[in-house]
């Protein structure tokens, strides 16, 4: 069974700065992509950006530049930094972990970005 526990949500202004952490548990010896999606009020889940086992990132279109993955040390840990932050980054934030065959979700952490 496969874990993930989000944190670091919360309120921000525009402007500001958040990032967010991921931390899988169980059995994740198969993972071979970790990432972050987020959904908004009325809209659909998106790709924010994901990282796979040798390095490799992919972003959501336009969040490049102002949005960073990174894998910790152990690789059962994914980071999502987030700077100049906008009130259309409001959303909630889902980390997903792959392994063949199955998507694993954590239960999300709300990014708020409001003055």
């Known amino acids: 069974q496969v874990q993930l526990v989000e944190s670091g949500g919360g309120l921000v202004q525009p402007g500001g700065s958040l990032r967010l952490s991921c931390a899988a548990s169980?059995?994740?010896?198969?993972?071979?992509?970790m990432g972050w999606y987020r959904q908004a009020p009325g809209k659909q889940r998106e790709l924010v950006a994901a990282?796979?086992?040798?390095?490799?990132?992919d972003y959501g279109d336009s969040l490049k530049g102002r949005f960073t993955i990174s894998r910790g040390n152990a690789k059962n840990t994914v980071y999502l930094q987030m700077n100049s932050l906008k009130p259309e980054d409001t959303a909630i934030y889902y980390c997903?972990?792959?392994?063949?065959?199955?998507?694993?979700w954590g239960q999300g952490t709300q990014v708020t970005v409001s003055s």
């Open positions: 997903n972990a792959n392994t063949p065959g199955f998507v694993h």
């Open positions: 169980g059995n994740i010896f198969n993972f071979y992509k």
């Open positions: 990282i796979s086992n040798g390095g490799s990132t």
